[in-house]
Nanobody, 116 residues
Framework: QAQLVESGGGLVQPGGSLTLSCATSGFSFSRYAMSWYRQAPGKERELVATIASAGDKISYADSVKDRFIISRDNAKSTVSLQMNSLKPEDTAVYYC?????????WGQGTQVTVSS
């Protein structure tokens, strides 16, 4: 059974940094493209960043480009999201996602709140 467990969320001041981690098990992690999504209150879930299975292709939403960095460790089956220069509009629940063809797995989410 696939499991994805996010950690690292919390309260941070504007301009600060946080690193989210997603520990996974129960599926062939190295085959999967891994992504981070977020959902703010009253808004649709949106894609933040994606990293290909080998880590050779990375993409970001325009709103986080040049501020966030996604990375993965296939040996440890983990994916991370380093978030810098955080803004109040980055406040959301952040979700880890793994996708391979029609297989699609989600974590339970971790809250990130950016506020002074």
């Amino acid at each position: 059974q696939a499991q994805l467990v996010e950690s690292g969320g919390g309260l941070v001041q504007p301009g600060g940094s946080l690193t989210l981690s997603c520990a996974t098990s129960g599926f062939s992690f190295s085959r999967y493209a891994m992504s981070w999504y977020r959902q703010a209150p009253g808004k649709e879930r949106e894609l933040v960043a994606t990293i290909a299975s080998a880590g050779d292709k990375i993409s970001y939403a325009d709103s986080v480009k040049d501020r966030f960095i996604i990375s993965r460790d296939n040996a440890k089956s983990t994916v991370s999201l380093q978030m810098n220069s955080l803004k109040p509009e980055d406040t959301a629940v952040y979700y880890c996602n793994g996708k391979w063809f029609t297989l699609n797995y989600w974590g339970q989410g971790t809250q990130v709140t950016v506020s002074s």
